[in-house]
């Protein structure tokens, strides 16, 4: 995501080469490209020229310092001021009050509501260990209910029921009744989709608010949205006081212009990010690495807790060992990385992380061929003996041949596979003797755009 | 089959003639009151436009300042860079040509580029070519597509048309609920599966509908992001299946846009045509505040019909596109 103004801005900033200091006069095509790059991606007009006058005004006189190129200074001007707009740091849920925590969901329709309350239960009952009540105010849209229902199954955490013939304010003062008789710590009340403009459904949920005085009222909001997004968080701010944002289907390609004005025109902290369908899509929102990664620096943070999320510790502590015992690097442990790397999503949801210029070299390849290639190589293996997996210099001409059979490939593949293996296998023994220094540089020729 | 007879002189000539409403009776019976509620509908829009384009156009006289003013307006529409810098090349061209220096010769001229732009999209579907004739509903998560077939299916009931239902969104929890509930509300078959594979509910949808001599078999999608590269493959995959059963299916594959959508409404009309061939788009939920600027810019870089817009939440709320109305309603 967010790779064309990353483009835009490294263009732009190539024919800043070779100047000394910023003035107005240097910069002023650049900035008029970064502004056409933020209108392009959905950045909201008024946003965009706040952003560019704050930028100008402490770009202008900044020393090109060092072996900063000036291009690298304004990126670092730019970079500061994205992420002072979209707020400085993380900031969590609110528990600060008598239990259990009201947190009132609104937005327009099918801006991701239900899907981020049953994301926000789990992960509200799995990283703070709360019980958690959901309750659909929805009595508008047909199955909006059984949908919350649902969803509150999967995630593990209580639904309290509820029915179309009721009027929202009754149903949540009903569940809030219900959990504080049996102490849940958070009620997560989901409501209907509105449009910021139909007056009686704000009234609505005004009336709402007002009954359950909720700790928290979280705006749901679309990182695809347009220029209007401007409009509709205006509009939400000023009839409910809201206390943070929650952006939805932040793993699409939309270039997430929306986090931007949202967040200048509420001047609320966006909360969360959704990303995919599971429920365990939801990310703690980091404006800084959001920034990264609109400049094409890659969100490396977030790779490292993704790949620590998608390990299985236990495994990787008993393959640590293995390695530090000095026995060999199989083909059973070979299979295991495969998985492994499967389970973190698989090679393009990391490229989406990764820093522009990787991420480049590598969208080369055929779009989901990673796949289908970690499949074919597990179906290989899962071809062989168990001796010939502990050992894999026992296999030979004929081996190979029932392998390829086994597996539905040629010997070809098979070859490729073992080739492969051997240089893993070499990179795992350079690891367990020099560390990660030693593998790194073995590495720098693999990688482009890695010195 | 009889149905087919009957109505095939009617679209013939809708036909041949995009832009007039010649049309089965109903919808002439409904159109004064639908073009109210579109204007209602986009009133909103009408007034952001309206009061820009007033306190620009009474300067005058066709200048640089203008014209920067006229591009932040078209930009701030979602109309996208490219689409904006060719209607103002439009808009400059016949300044030059035409000499015009008064307020309302511009907004002439910037309505006749307007309304060139995207009287190419007006383009009405015809469902008299096939019986069953297979209609694919895709979009992305929360596009409005669930709600999109409810208020087709009732559109199409009008025309005298017999519908089916397929609840082929079997991922998201209590999509097919949704979709039986607007079936029964509507005495409308909808054919699901208790869970299962989308292409299979599809597949059997489109059996019945034969079986039951039905008109037209709409097919509902579970909602997926362009980048997700498994789920587009399962969604071409669902193209496949109903290519097995009706050779020439789906006659029509509809892809849903939320009207607001920024750019990114151009990557997923892209997106989607790579996978399943789009035919048709349904523009949704234009009576906020969203202008649906978009549509230009689709217009220009990969035009496809805009065969619907939906403007409200009523079940008639969704109606055919006609350029001249939706650039009428814009600037009146």
Known sequence: MLDNLTNRLARVMK????????????IGDALREVRMALLEADVALPVVKDFIAAVKEKAVGEEVIGSLSPGQALIGVVHAELTKIMGDAHEGINFNTQPPAIVLMAGLQGAGKTTTVGKLGKFLKENHKKKVLVVSCDVYRPAAIEQLKFVAGQAGVDFFPSSVGEKPEDIAAAAIDWAKRHYHDVVLVDTAGRLAVDEEMMAEIKRLHAAIKPIETLFVVDAMLGQDAVNTARSFNEALPLTGVVLTKLDGDARGGAALSVRHVTGKPIKFAGVGEKLTGLEAFHPERMASRILGMGDVLSLIEEARKGLDEEKAVAFAKKLKA??????????EQMAQMRSMGGLSALMDKMPAQIAQAAGQLPAGAENKMIGRVEGIINSMTPAERAKPELIKASRKRRIAMGAGVQVQDVNRLLNQFEQTQKMMKQFSKGGMGKLMRGMKGMIPGMR | MFSFLKKSPADGKSDAKPGVPADAAPVEAAKPGWRERLFKGLAKTRAQWGGKLKS????????????????????????????????????????????????????????DALLATLQPLEQRLDVSTHQPYVIMIAGVNGAGKTTSIGKLAKYFQGQGKSVLLAAGDTFRAAAREQLQTWGERNNVTVIAQESGDPAAVIYDAIAAARARGIDIVLADTAGRLPTQLHLMEEIAKVRRVIQKIEPEGPHETLLVLDANIG??????VKAFDKAINVTGLVLTKLDGTAKGGVVTAIARQCPKPIRFIGVGE??????????KDFVDALFE
Do not use: W, Y
């Open chain 1, 15 to 26: 024919s800043l080469k070779g100047e000394a200091r910023l003035t107005e006069a240097n």
């Open chain 1, 326 to 335: 000095g026995k060999g690097f199989d083909l059973n442990d070979f299979k």
């Open chain 2, 56 to 111: 620009i156009f009474s300067r005058g006289k066709v200048d640089d300042e203008l014209l920067e003013e006229l591009e932040t307006l078209l930009l701030t529409s979602d109309c996208g860079m490219e689409a904006t810098l060719h209607l103002l090349d439009e808009l400059k061209k016949a300044a030059k040509r035409d000499k015009l220096d008064t307020p309302e010769a511009i907004q002439q001229a910037l309505r």
């Open chain 2, 263 to 268: 750019q990114n409404a151009l990557a997923q």
């Open chain 2, 314 to 323: 009523q079940i008639d709320d969704l109606r055919p596109f006609s350029a």
